[in-house]
């Protein structure tokens, strides 16, 4: 299993540019996240989904839109980067399943860093 | 407001010592706190998760206890190696809900020969 994955690694974009961020999960999870990471900043969530077909808003979700439309796929759309964009993105996956402790555990990508200029 | 603090916020220490690292939260409702390891240039890794009745769990070197009177957590690493120069994440679940994680800044560990 690859676990998640994310797609690109690295990105540039000039502001006003746009761009889709793709992640992917094999490992049958219902719930998908999206985090962001800054410097001296706990991760923050930008957007989730509990299932196929569904998105809701996070802490931080100016400026994002998502799409959930395979389980297994989670996408994070910036339709006009800024420069207060740039970081690094995590994606994550759970599932509700499992029993205590378990419930719930998520599963992070290894991040896409974010340059906007 | 929900909030995750850890200290310090850097540490440098020598391979094969141990140390312990800090975490206070105020959370409310409460579910459970987790410790995360990050390296660099990579995802969170999930090291130990509590709930509000467990004191200590461990996983290999790393022991993790929880204090829910106080609300405190440290996570103690035992013999450190190169490899667990890391960011540490403390974490706290306030509910169940899929939104509810709060997440601290992390301590940044460097480990040297």
């Known amino acids: 299993n690859a676990g998640v994955t994310q797609t690109p690694k690295f990105r540039v974009l000039k502001t006003g540019q746009s761009m889709t961020l793709l992640c992917a999960q094999d490992m049958n999870h219902e719930y998908m996240y999206w985090y962001r990471q800054d410097p001296g900043m706990g991760l923050r969530l930008i957007h989730y989904?509990?299932?196929?077909?569904?998105?809701a808003k996070g802490e931080v979700p100016d400026g994002y839109n998502v799409s959930r439309l395979k389980k297994q796929n989670f996408l994070l759309g910036l339709e006009s980067a800024a420069p207060s964009q740039t970081s690094v993105y995590f994606c994550a996956s759970s599932s509700p399943r499992g029993e205590g402790v378990g419930h719930n555990e998520q599963f992070f990508g290894p991040g896409t860093r974010l340059t906007v200029l | 407001k929900n909030q995750v603090e850890q200290s310090p916020q850097s540490l440098i220490i020598l391979e094969g010592k141990n140390c312990t690292l800090q975490?206070?939260?105020?959370?409310?409702?409460?579910?459970?706190l987790r410790w995360y390891k990050q390296d660099t240039g990579r995802g969170p890794v999930s090291l130990t998760i509590?709930?509000?009745?467990?004191n200590t769990k461990s996983n290999g070197r790393y022991t993790a206890t929880l204090d829910a009177d106080t609300k405190q957590s440290s996570l103690h690493i035992t013999a450190s190696q190169l490899s667990d120069s890391a960011s540490y994440i403390c974490v706290v679940s306030a509910g169940r809900g899929t939104d509810k994680l709060i997440f601290g800044t992390g301590t940044r560990l460097q480990v040297f020969p």
């Open positions: 509590m709930t509000f009745s467990e």
């Open positions: 975490c206070n939260y105020t959370v409310s409702p409460f579910s459970n």
């Open positions: 989904s509990v299932g196929e077909g569904t998105t």
